[in-house]
């Protein structure tokens, strides 16, 4: 939100001087002191938890584009109205809808013996033998010399290091998102990589994939890392042949929806601090991790907002995003639809990162916000937070809106044991910490009920437009 | 084995005393300064990892009377032979075969989304529907009046407890072994039960249960512990309705073989001390703690044995036994066939516990037989092993010798999490800690090569025999 003319002359006005006064973005202290009440009231409420589980447990699994996201949409539509959002809404969000069927894989020959492997996200449909080529990473595949793998079924072995800000899911996604293309480009007729993960139980994860343009996709799918091992032993003792027999594949297009509740700001409704999660999961889990936490913890951010005794001046908007995980597509769409409108946005944080502890706060905000910024950071300072100014960026949902101007903010969570279930069957309830996400829905409150309260803004502000003149 | 009638009036005549001495046995100190090299060795030895790792990887599941059971008979008749073992041989175990084709459940209506369960070994075929009936325990089910569930499905949520000695699964085996039988006098269609296990994977456990006699067998399974609680939540929501649809069942009677291997004994090669593990797996995994490590230790400890320069007096058996899993037929098969030598057995040791470091060893070691199991405790002792005399009892698939008049010994392995990987797909290699199974490996040579050396017997004897005259 930018200043208007006349709000910048009557600063100038005010403070009295004939140079314009430096614009500062400032939390009042009346806000800051209902933040410190919000910050312990979360902290005692089950309420996150409670969310995650009516989600996880009455809807399960919601594939994007299925029967049962079409029943996530009416759970988180029913669920604002009954925590009394002020207003709840629906936005349509299109996309192309994969479905996963049966997928089955095994050694054939002297071993024979069953694999576990899941099909990754966008794979074909296909049933493939041949020998396996194994490679150490995706470098070993990609640097093979064009068709040399005629027949065969590339196997890329790499095993994702483990890590607090999850950054070894760049090397270990990178694998999933161009190990397919290299092995077409290398004339194999299936990929098999080990999971993208870093649990060592028999579990695969699996993840949307992508085949680049002028190639024919092939059957593309992860070992578990227990099966992903075997198999390189097996590779090690002499030529190994599978056969991996996938049925899944796109089927035309869907129509999903971002759910969308606010909380009414008391003076500036039309302005508005956006958190939230995405809906949709991964079929094979029932989405608790990634990303039913971060459904419940925003929304029960906002209903303790919405309790508060002094509400804030701008509304809380809470947006449970459409099929984030083939694309972004809910994050796209709401980006495309508010384009006009990202002005009117003070801030936007996403949760998408599990239910560990948030451990470190940092922001987008511009110099005349550090003010406000650091105000933030101090009040989540109780929750164990950290203020680490430049690091990280926006949750993948507001990516693309933060791309087109948006202020973000970011709420980083422990991911240290978050890539042991991602994507897998084992996201499930159990794997949540009530009191983790209790400490992540206290931390999203105070931040969006400062952010939302702050004379000034955070500089959102429409990236295509020339600024207007002051 | 026990002393003939000359060897006692020898003992009488070397004492000079007109009283026959007390018949004591001991261990010869060179046997017990070989051992405690061959303990050493032992410990710096990958021998019985690398056995380990051949069985799973190059066989993997091993279903009892499956195609890759006769595989791994063929392996282990040949790792044997390659370890040069001095005899090597087949006896044959007959069994009805049980089959696990396929295996899906779901909840039906508005909550609807799979189930993760497997079919517990002996359940029929079939697919049921029904509304949910839960209970928190097998009482409970037991509980019921006659004929009060038809229609329904009996669920039993009952969360084994975790023990290092594995107390737990007595009354959560309970649930498996009797839950389906109490079903199906309530009435029930199907039986399903939250796993005997410890974890909270998406890992069913499987196990083998039975239907008493005059009941018709109903579909029985055991779902996931987060499946558990799942089903839990929901049913505790209003009236849930599932379907269970089980591929599986007997299929006829299969032949395979206990696998047993003798590295022979210096001067008294007829009498044996038996050690061992079962070949058999479950099918969900690579039977590599349930009981991979059994064999691949024991095996490894008779070959370390083997290469020791003081040969031990009497022969070290290794025993692989046939199916163990669906009712110790390779155990009762070996116990009947050798009845008649149960005296020429010295003792006996199985390893079914997985491969967790041993932590206390004890035996049935009779009175006159104190000071030689004393001497095999202290040479355990630098292993970190506690001598516990009186505690615990034979391994599964020598307990029918033991009943036979058997002497046995325990060996007891630290099973805190055994009970995580028991029976599900998760049961693989990587499960396996190399420095745990070699101190097993260090444990089992130390206690085998003593009692081979022993100077006297501990005490086995056939119990139905009337002891002889002296």
Chains 1, 2 share one sequence.
Not at 20 to 37: G, L
Not at 305 to 322: C, E, N
Not at 382 to 397: A, S, V
Request: proline residues 6%; glycine residues 12%.
């Amino acid at each position: 939100m930018r200043a208007p003319l006349w709000a910048a002359m009557a600063a100038v006005l005010f403070v009295g001087s004939a140079v314009a006064a430096p614009r500062e973005t400032r939390i009042p202290q009346a806000a800051i002191d209902a933040a410190a009440e919000l910050r312990e009231r979360a902290l005692a409420s089950d309420l996150g938890y409670k969310i995650t589980e009516s989600l996880t447990t009455q809807v399960g699994p919601r594939l994007a584009g299925s029967e049962a996201d079409a029943r996530a949409v009416a759970w988180a539509q029913a669920k604002f109205r009954e925590l009394g959002f002020d207003k709840v809404w629906l936005e349509p969000v299109t996309f192309p809808k994969w479905e996963r069927r049966s997928e089955h894989a095994q050694v054939l020959g002297a071993n024979a013996q069953p694999l576990t492997l899941t099909a990754l996200g966008g794979s074909p449909a296909g049933t493939v033998e041949g020998e396996v080529a194994r490679f150490a990473d995706l470098a070993a595949l990609e640097a093979v010399p064009a068709g040399s793998l005629a027949g065969k079924i590339a196997f890329v072995d790499f095993a994702m290091p483990r890590a607090k800000d999850g950054a070894g899911y760049g090397p270990g996604g990178r694998v999933r998102s161009r190990g397919p293309s290299a092995a077409i480009r290398a004339g194999a007729s299936g990929f098999l990589m080990r999971s993208a993960g870093t649990d060592s139980h028999r579990m695969p994860h699996t993840g949307i994939t992508r085949f680049d343009d002028g190639l024919k996709p092939i059957p593309s799918a992860a070992l578990s890392a227990p099966d992903a091992a075997q198999l390189s032993r097996l590779a090690a003792l002499g030529p190994t042949r599978v056969r991996v027999a996938l049925d899944c594949g796109w089927d035309g297009e869907a129509t999903s929806h971002n759910v969308i509740g606010e909380i009414r700001g008391k003076s500036k409704p039309d302005e508005v601090v956006i958190i939230g999660g995405h809906l949709d999961s991964w079929d094979l889990g029932t989405g608790a991790i990634d990303d039913g936490a971060g459904v419940g913890l925003t929304m029960a951010a906002a209903k303790l907002i919405g309790q508060s005794k002094l509400r804030p001046a701008r509304t809380i908007r809470v947006i449970a995003f459409a099929n984030e995980e083939q694309g972004l597509y809910g994050g796209k769409a709401y980006a495309a639809k508010h384009a006009a409108d990202v002005a009117k946005h003070q801030i936007g944080a996403e949760s998408d990162f599990g239910a560990g502890r948030i451990y470190a706060y940092s922001s987008s905000a511009p110099d005349y916000a550090k003010t406000a910024d650091a105000q933030i950071a101090q009040a989540l300072a109780p929750l164990g937070i950290e203020h680490t100014p430049g690091k990280g960026g926006p949750g993948p949902d507001i990516s693309p809106f933060a791309a087109g101007g948006l202020a973000w903010a970011r709420l980083a969570q422990d991911g240290t044991d978050y890539f042991d279930y991602h994507h897998t069957p084992d996201d499930t309830l159990d794997k949540i910490d009530p009191k983790a996400l209790a400490q992540n829905v206290a931390a999203y409150a105070v931040f969006a009920y400062l952010a939302a309260s702050a004379d000034g803004d955070f500089g959102s502000a429409a990236k295509k437009v020339t600024p207007p003149e002051e």
